[in-house]
C-alpha cells in the first residue's frame, strides 16, 4: 500500500515538473478553486438551519437557556436584542423538552393565568383582584403580540370597583401599547381588530374606551372614540382619494402632467335609516264590488198644533194636553253605502350608511403650462364628471395661479445627477469586467505561446540528439568498413549494433521524458569537448 501511495506520488510529481510554468501556474490556480468551492459547499452543507427555540424571553432565563445549552453542546445563536434564542430546527422540540424538564424558562409563568396559581386561602380580596387584572393584562398582551407585525404588546387596564349603592358606574378602560416590526404600517383594520379583542375579553369594557398607541407614540386609537370611526375615516379618505383621482387623471391629459392640482373634501353619511309606509289608492271609475241603499217618506196630518207631552218608553210623545190648532208633518229619508275595491302598497326601505351629503371640489392650474384653457369650461367639466349636485350643497372652484418649480426643478437635477452617476458607474464597471477579461485572455494566451514554445523547443533538443546519435553511428560504421571484417568481429559489431539500437530507443524515449535533463548533458557535453 505504502509503496503504491509513494509510486502515485512520484509519478504526479514527474508530471507537474513535466509542465511548463504557464501550465503550472494554471494547475495550481485551477486546484486551489477547486478545493476552495468544495469547502463553500462543505460549510453551506454542514451549517444548521436555525429556528426560535424561545421568544420574548426575561434577561434570566435568557441567561439560564444559554448555560444549558452549553452544558448540554447544543449550538445557538441570539436576536432580537438577546429576547430570541435559536437552535438547529431540528432540535427544537427536543431541546424544549429537555429545559421544560430542568423547569425553564423559570419566568415564564409570571404573566398570564400563571399568577392564579401560587394563591392561597388568606389572599386578600385586594390581592386576588390585582393578580386577576395582571393575568389579564398578560393573557392580552400574548394574545396581541400573536398578530403579524407585533413584536411587545403591553396592556394596562383600569378596572374601577363596583358601587353598590349607586345608580352611575365607572366605566372599565384599557390602554394598549404595541412595539411594531421594522417597515409594518398598522391600517384601521388590525387596529379595530385589537380593539375589539381586548373589549370583548374583559366583562363590561366598551370598544370606545380602549386606547391603542405605538412605540413611536402616534395614537392609533383614541380613548372615547367610536370603535367605527377609524372604518368610517378610511372610508371618507378613500372616496376622496378616488374622486381626486378621477379628476387629476382627466386634467392630466388636458393641461399636462404637474400642470394641476386637485383636492376633494367630501361628507358622507354614515347614519343607517329606515322608513315603512302604508299607502291606500282606488281607482275612480272602478265599479263598486257592493252597492245597497234605502229610502223613507211619510206625509200625512199631525197632531195638534198646541200639544205638548213627554216621551213615553216606545219612543212615541204621549199627549198631555192641547194648545189648539192642527199641524201636517212629511218625513223623508234616503241612505246609500257602496263598497269600492282598495290597493293597499306597503313599502319599507332601508338607507345604506355612506351616501353624499355634500361633496367639494378645488382645482388650480398652471397659466403658463395652459394658456388657453377656459376655467369656466374645466368648471363645467369637473362638474359632469363627478356629479355636482347645486341642490345638494356642492361646490366647484377652478383658479388659475403660478405654480412653485422649485423642487420639481431641484428633483429634475438630482434624478440627472443620479443617472449620470448610474451610466458613469455602468461605463467604469464595463472597464473593469474588460479589463479583467482581457488579463485573463492575455494569460490564457501567454500560458499557450510558452507551451507551444517549450514544446518547439523539446522537439528540437530531441531531433539534435537523435542527430548527433545517428552521425556518431554512421561514423563509427565508417571506420568499421574501412578495415577488412572478420565473422567473428561481423558478429561483434552486429551484437554492438543492436545494443546501440536499443540504447538509442532509450535515449530517445528518456529525451521525450526529460528534454530539460537531455539538454543539460548535451551542454556540458560540448563544453567539454571544447
Known amino acids: 500500500m505504502k509503496q503504491n501511495v509513494t509510486q502515485t506520488l512520484v509519478r504526479l510529481r514527474t508530471t507537474f515538473l513535466s509542465f511548463t510554468l504557464g501550465q503550472r501556474l ?94 392561597s386561602i388568606s389572599t386578600s380580596d385586594f390581592q386576588e383582584q390585582t393578580d386577576f387584572k395582571r393575568a389579564m393584562e398578560g393573557e392580552l398582551a400574548k394574545t396581541i403580540e400573536a398578530v403579524d407585525g407585533v413584536n411587545t404588546a403591553v396592556v394596562h387596564l383600569a378596572i374601577p370597583e363596583k358601587q353598590v349603592f349607586s345608580d352611575s358606574q365607572e366605566p372599565t378602560t384599557a390602554s394598549v401599547l404595541i412595539d411594531t416590526s421594522a417597515g409594518t404600517t398598522f391600517d384601521a383594520e388590525k387596529v379595530q381588530a385589537i380593539v375589539n379583542l381586548v373589549a370583548s375579553s374583559i366583562d363590561g369594557l366598551d370598544p370606545s374606551n380602549v386606547s391603542i398607541t405605538d412605540s413611536s407614540g402616534k395614537v392609533l386609537s383614541t380613548e372615547g372614540v367610536n370603535g367605527s370611526s377609524g372604518t368610517q375615516s378610511q372610508a371618507i379618505a378613500d372616496f376622496q382619494a378616488h374622486k381626486t383621482q378621477q379628476i387629476q387623471s382627466m386634467l392630466d391629459r388636458v393641461v399636462g402632467p404637474g400642470n394641476s392640482t386637485v383636492q376633494v373634501s367630501a361628507d358622507l353619511d354614515f347614519d343607517k335609516s329606515i322608513q315603512d309606509s302604508t299607502t291606500y289608492n282606488t281607482k275612480k271609475k272602478a265599479p263598486a264590488l257592493s252597492e245597497s241603499w234605502s229610502k223613507e217618506t211619510y206625509k200625512g196630518a199631525g197632531g195638534p198644533s198646541g200639544t205638548t207631552g213627554v216621551v213615553g218608553p216606545d219612543g212615541q210623545m204621549d199627549s198631555t194636553g192641547t194648545t189648539g190648532g192642527t199641524g201636517r208633518n212629511d218625513y223623508a229619508k234616503k241612505s246609500e253605502t257602496r263598497d269600492n275595491a282598495v290597493e293597499t302598497v306597503r313599502e319599507h326601505r332601508e338607507a345604506a350608511p355612506g351616501s353624499i351629503r355634500s361633496l367639494h371640489v378645488g382645482v388650480v392650474l398652471d397659466p403658463s403650462a395652459a394658456p388657453n384653457i377656459d376655467p369656466v369650461a374645466v368648471k363645467q367639466l369637473i362638474a359632469a364628471t363627478v356629479g355636482i349636485d347645486p341642490k345638494r350643497g356642492d361646490t366647484v372652484d377652478v383658479t388659475q395661479m403660478a405654480f412653485d418649480r ?18 458613469k458607474a455602468q461605463q467604469w464597471t464595463m472597464i473593469r469586467n474588460g479589463g479583467i477579461a482581457a488579463a485573463i485572455l492575455a494569460m490564457v494566451l501567454l500560458a499557450w505561446l510558452r507551451a507551444r514554445r517549450g514544446r518547439k523547443t523539446r522537439d528540437d533538443r530531441t531531433a539534435y540528439l537523435v542527430e548527433q546519435l545517428r552521425n556518431d553511428a554512421a561514423e563509427r560504421a565508417a571506420a568499421a568498413g574501412a578495415l577488412e571484417p572478420s565473422p567473428a568481429l561481423t558478429a561483434l559489431e552486429a551484437s554492438e549494433n543492436a545494443a546501440n539500437e536499443e540504447i538509442r530507443r532509450e535515449l530517445a524515449m528518456l529525451a521525450d521524458r526529460e528534454p530539460d535533463d537531455i539538454a543539460t548533458l548535451l551542454r556540458g557535453w560540448l563544453v567539454e569537448g571544447r
Open 26 to 119: 494554471v494547475a495550481v490556480v485551477g486546484t486551489a478553486a477547486l478545493l476552495l468551492a468544495a469547502f463553500m459547499v462543505f460549510r453551506w452543507v454542514s451549517t444548521p438551519n436555525y429556528a426560535p427555540l424561545y421568544s420574548n424571553l426575561a434577561s434570566e432565563d435568557a441567561s439560564s437557556i444559554i448555560d444549558e445549552l452549553n452544558a448540554e453542546g447544543v449550538p445557538y445563536e441570539l436576536a432580537d436584542g438577546g429576547n430570541t434564542v435559536m437552535v438547529p430546527r431540528d432540535a427544537v422540540y427536543s431541546t424544549r423538552i429537555t429545559l421544560s424538564g430542568k423547569g425553564l424558562p423559570a419566568n415564564s409563568s409570571t404573566d398570564g393565568y400563571g399568577l392564579l396559581d401560587g394563591q
Open 406 to 423: 422649485t423642487a420639481d426643478n431641484a428633483a429634475a437635477a438630482e434624478i440627472a445627477a443620479a443617472n449620470a452617476a448610474k451610466k
